[in-house]
């Protein structure tokens, strides 16, 4: 499957985006597909996930009650509302999806066989 992420930009602290990950492939609702960011000179983080067919849905402790993981299997996306942005949102987000993942390894990026490009987010304070 192939994966195309979009919607980010610049943002003041307290502000929403909705990123978006929009892939091929017929099968995308047996993938669980994550969020994954990357701030300058840190390494890669979980954010959140979604499990396959709609699944469960995990966060990292930092965006728990501010961002939300949604899918749409219909549109073959996969969607992660940020509301009340914070400036240390600020990174490079990543959307990764694969079929096999576990739920211990959800939080893993090793773990996911599928990558899209990336989208910058900046939230300026």
């Known amino acids: 499957v192939q994966l195309q992420a979009s919607g980010g930009g610049l943002v003041q602290a307290g502000g929403s985006l909705r990123l978006s990950c929009a892939a091929s492939g017929r099968t995308f609702s047996s993938y669980t597909v994550g969020w994954f960011r990357q701030a300058p000179g840190k390494e890669r983080e979980f954010v959140a996930a979604?499990?396959?067919?709609?699944?469960?849905?995990h966060y990292t402790p930092s965006v728990k009650g501010r961002f939300t993981i949604s899918r749409d299997n219909a549109k073959n996306t996969v969607y992660l509302q940020m509301n009340s942005l914070k400036p240390e949102d600020t990174a490079v987000y990543y959307c990764a999806a694969d079929p096999n993942l576990i739920l211990s390894s959800i939080a893993s990026a090793v773990r996911y066989k599928n990558w899209g490009q990336g989208t910058l987010v900046t939230v300026s304070s």
């Open positions: 979604v499990r396959r067919s709609g699944g469960s849905t």
